[in-house]
């Protein structure tokens, strides 16, 4: 590492664990972005590099300076190692990192990420297990945020929905074989595994009426400044499908979304799968 570092600034590097090649990768960023100071830095092992920088510009240095700097990143890069050697802190930067800080659900990242790796093995033959997709957003949102103090009311829809989403599962004993993710704004989607077709839809229809149940109240700050309660009634919209070996990541994004878009136009506050729209 420290030779990898030589051109990059005065900061003596110290050899950690690590590939060869994430090495590099560190020192190349560093030297690209024009990074006065860089240390990289151990984060608990298996080969897991990080970097830390101070970028100055390109103005002159005073001695003072250069010392203080050389100081900050040493002392940084302890601390930031130390957290890292702790397993327990770890493992709870990697859920916070997985997960939307609104619904506690799945963030859109590991969406993707889970719905891609799907499509692959089913592709490669590699994974007999029947999985099945669904996407749905809240109906009328944006008059909900438009009507009540704009987004205050709104994420407290979100909020509730992802609440009742996660109570239906656990309620249901599925955390083996359902996982919910929020997919930004209104959006939602949820995966089922290891169920056949008719069962997921059994799945799927329970959800819609645990999520649009009964209205949530709330209290909202009128234009007169008076605080008024008022329910409002949630309804959502679904597309769903089974994973087909047929279908490459964007097929199958693409027939979820085409149900529920045709969800929308049919009235909203319903389910389209395959029965209902062949796609």
């Not at 090649?21 to 006065?36: I, P, S, W």
């Not at 819609?208 to 400044?225: H, M, Q, R, T, W």
Request: aromatic share 8%; net charge positive.
């Amino acid at each position: 590492v420290k030779d990898a570092f030589n051109n990059v600034g005065k900061v003596q590097m110290q050899e950690i664990n690590g590939k060869p090649e994430t090495r590099d990768a560190y020192a190349k960023f560093a030297k690209q972005a024009g990074l006065n100071f860089a240390c990289a830095i151990d984060l608990g092992g298996k080969h897991r590099v990080g970097l830390i920088a101070i970028d100055f510009g390109k103005r002159e240095l005073k001695e003072v300076e250069i010392k203080h700097a050389k100081e900050a990143l040493e002392v940084s890069a302890t601390l930031i190692g130390l957290l890292f050697s702790n397993e327990e802190w770890v493992n709870s930067l990697e859920v916070l990192s997985k997960t939307d800080g609104l619904t506690d659900l799945y963030n859109s990242r590991e969406y993707v990420e889970y719905l891609k790796k799907a499509v692959e093995e089913k592709r490669a033959n590699k994974t007999k297990e029947p999985i099945f997709v669904a996407e749905f957003d809240v109906d009328d949102f944006k008059q909900i945020n438009d009507k009540y103090e704009r987004h205050i009311v709104g994420d407290k829809v979100l909020k509730e929905i992802g609440e009742r989403i996660l109570n239906f599962i656990s309620f249901n004993k599925l955390q083996k074989s359902m996982y919910a993710f929020r997919r930004g704004g209104d959006e939602f989607a949820f995966l089922i595994k290891g169920k056949n077709r008719k069962e997921c839809r059994a799945i799927v229809s329970d959800l819609f009426k645990a999520v649009s149940k009964e209205p949530l109240e709330v209290i909202y700050v009128n234009d007169n400044g008076n605080k008024v309660k008022t329910n409002i009634s949630i309804t959502i919209s679904v597309g769903c499908g089974m994973l087909e070996r047929r279908h490459t990541y964007q097929d199958l994004r693409n027939t979820v979304d085409a149900r529920l878009y045709y969800a929308k136009r049919k009235g909203k506050n319903r389910i389209i799968g395959k029965e209902e729209h062949e796609v």
